[in-house]
T-cell receptor, first 116, second 112 residues
Framework: GAVVSQHPSRVICKSGTSVKIECRSL??????MFWYRQFPKQSLMLMAT?????????EQGVEKDKFLINHASLTLSTLTVTSAHPEDSSFYIC????????????FGPGTRLLVL | DQQVKQNSPSLSVQEGRISILNCDYT??????FLWYKKYPAEGPTFLIS?????DKNEDGRFTVFLNKSAKHLSLHIVPSQPGDSAVYFC???????????FGKGTKLSVKP
């Protein structure tokens, strides 16, 4: 299947700092990428839809000023958690929409964020 | 309101037997359905999908069945293997945007 990478895989930071997470589609171009958050023992929660060359679309309840998304190219989307707080600690997963052939989202391996 | 429901949080199956994971949906606009497998602390891995114009799709040990009138789909794994032990998410999409609506997942345990 198609490959999506995320970097870093794990990050620990101090409260108040900003953290950037990169999501790359390695073998296909993705005009649309998605950012999810997973809480322990819960399903994936869609945070926002990232469209190349335009503003991201945020789901209800997700602060756009706190979770900055940039989709600068057809293979890269970034999520920046600004002024992170302990409650932002979570598992963040991105996916890229592959539209060639069947319409399928391929997921990155996820990024574990721990805010102290 | 949960549009995609996986009512069984867990399922335990003996190795070699069939695993049947169920999923129900409420939105009749959904036209594409997917199953993902997820290990702890990893991103979901795409397994198999089915579009609403079909009622069955098979890929090796995995078969997905879609019953549109009942708004129900199921994933059959046969024969089940210990390595299949994971959380399985059902997902659905519809319209042009392509974002997926996920169920809460079913944890499958395949015992040797």
């Amino acid at each position: 299947g198609a490959v999506v990478s995320q970097h870093p895989s794990r990050v620990i930071c101090k409260s108040g700092t900003s953290v950037k997470i990169e999501c790359r589609s390695l073998d296909f171009q993705a005009t649309t990428m998605f950012w999810y958050r997973q809480f322990p023992k819960q399903s994936l929660m869609l945070m926002a839809t990232s469209n190349e060359g335009s503003k991201a679309t945020y789901e209800q309840g997700v602060e756009k000023d706190k979770f900055l998304i940039n989709h600068a190219s057809l293979t890269l989307s970034t999520l920046t958690v600004t002024s992170a707080h302990p409650e932002d600690s979570s598992f963040y997963i991105c996916s890229a929409l592959h539209t060639s052939g069947v319409r399928t989202q391929y997921f990155g391996p996820g990024t574990r964020l721990l805010v102290l | 309101d949960q549009q995609v429901k996986q009512n069984s949080p867990s399922l335990s199956v003996q190795e070699g037997r069939i695993s049947i994971l169920n999923c129900d949906y409420t939105n009749s606009m959904f036209d594409y359905f997917l199953w993902y497998k997820k290990y702890p602390a990893e991103g979901p891995t795409f397994l198999i999908s089915i579009s609403s114009i079909k009622d069955k799709n098979e890929d090796g040990r995995f078969t997905v069945f879609l019953n549109k009138s009942a708004k129900h789909l199921s994933l059959h794994i046969v024969p089940s293997q210990p390595g299949d032990s994971a959380v399985y998410f059902c997902a659905a999409s519809g319209g042009s945007q392509g974002n997926l609506i996920f169920g809460k997942g079913t944890k499958l345990s395949v015992k040797p």
